[in-house]
């Protein structure tokens, strides 16, 4: 029986300001988190967590290593997982996560 495929299974690999970079697209991010692409972007419509700096030829958003494990930590911190609390998320949740997306790869 097959593994199940974790979240950083197939990174997109792309040079950013001359370095090559693991990205990671949303549907990446959802698996980390649990969650629903379209929760992802439900998520970014409502200013919860914002778009990271890149994208690909696309128009896709992208995502560091860092930042998915670093969005995972504080989601952990903050009970994200908590089935109680799946759309309520604290000030320092939505700070953080604005901060962590705002940084460059």
């Not at 690909?56 to 109680?84: C, H, I, M, N």
């Amino acid at each position: 029986m097959a593994k199940p495929a974790t979240w950083d299974a197939k990174p997109k690999k792309l040079i950013y300001n001359g370095v090559l970079h693991e990205f990671f697209t949303r549907t990446h991010l959802a698996m980390a988190l649990n969650r629903e692409s379209g929760t992802i972007r439900s998520w970014e419509l409502k200013g919860v967590v914002c778009h990271p700096l890149v994208r690909d030829k696309r128009g896709s958003w992208l995502y560091t290593r860092e930042q998915v494990e670093a969005l995972v930590r504080l989601a952990k911190e903050e009970g994200v997982f908590d089935p109680r609390f799946r759309n309520q998320f604290s000030q320092r949740f939505s700070e953080e996560a604005h901060r962590i997306l705002n940084a460059e790869p």
